[in-house]
């Protein structure tokens, strides 16, 4: 079975701290997304990769950075986390071929007190 | 510019009640492809339909089926004879080559069947 792996289902930091979100695909996909999900905005676009290194800027980055060093991991860092960026942190991957579709993992619950 | 709109926040219905979850897209593309995805309360999105532009043609999976018509800029999805186990939020999403690959979904439904 193919599989996105988000390494915590919750979590929970204060506010200030450095906060590391991980993706782990399995499927040798070259593309990868991280998203944010809140209640009446749905899915937003945070940040994406075409490529190992390679990063592009998505509709919210403010607060985010993103770190591939390898083809299946995709990390999402909150530098300095704030109270409103709790929320639920959605990972997926696709193929390199455009408009496939996305596969997602189970998602990340960030609470940040 | 790509949107997705989905006027439906919640709906709720009895189950073997027959529900449509309506979506609407804006696009300049003449190439573009929509999605829906179910969200359970486990929380991972599962892929459902996709659909290019070219192809109007409906669709139905078991209990499940779309209607894709380009001249309202819809793509409806309807479960027939609801089930409990449909309880979820749906997503409709919209992507295009000339953006990039990105996708845009619109804020979800969230159904509830009620047993």
């Known amino acids: 079975d193919v599989k996105v792996t988000q390494s915590s289902r919750y979590l929970v930091k204060r506010t200030g701290e450095k906060v590391f979100l991980e993706c782990v695909q399995d499927?040798?996909?070259?593309?990868m997304f991280w998203y944010r999900q809140d209640p009446g905005l749905g899915l937003r676009l945070i940040y994406f990769s075409y490529d190992v290194k390679m990063k592009e800027k998505g509709d919210i980055p403010e607060g985010y950075s993103v770190s591939r060093e390898k083809k299946e991991r995709f990390s999402l860092i909150l530098e300095s986390a704030s109270t409103n960026q709790t929320s639920m942190y959605l990972c997926?991957?696709?193929?390199?071929?455009?408009?496939?579709?996305?596969?997602f993992g189970s998602g990340t619950q960030l609470s940040v007190l | 510019a790509q949107k997705v709109t989905q006027a439906q926040t919640e709906i709720s219905v009895v189950e073997k009640e027959d529900v449509t979850l309506d979506c609407v897209y804006e696009?300049?593309?003449?190439?573009?492809?929509l999605f829906w995805y179910k969200q359970p309360p486990s929380g991972e999105l599962v892929f459902l339909i996709r659909?290019?532009?070219?192809?109007?043609q409906n669709e139905i999976s078991g209990r499940y089926s779309w209607n894709f018509q380009k001249s309202t800029s819809s793509f409806n999805f309807t479960i027939t004879a609801s089930q409990v186990v449909d309880s979820a939020v749906y997503f409709c999403a919209l992507s295009a080559p000339n953006t990039g690959n990105q996708f845009y979904f619109g804020t979800g439904t969230s159904l509830t069947v009620i047993p």
């Open positions: 696009t300049r593309d003449t190439t573009y492809y």
């Open positions: 499927m040798d996909h070259e593309n």
């Open positions: 997926a991957s696709s193929t390199r071929t455009g408009n496939e579709k996305l596969f």
């Open positions: 659909r290019n532009s070219f192809d109007e």
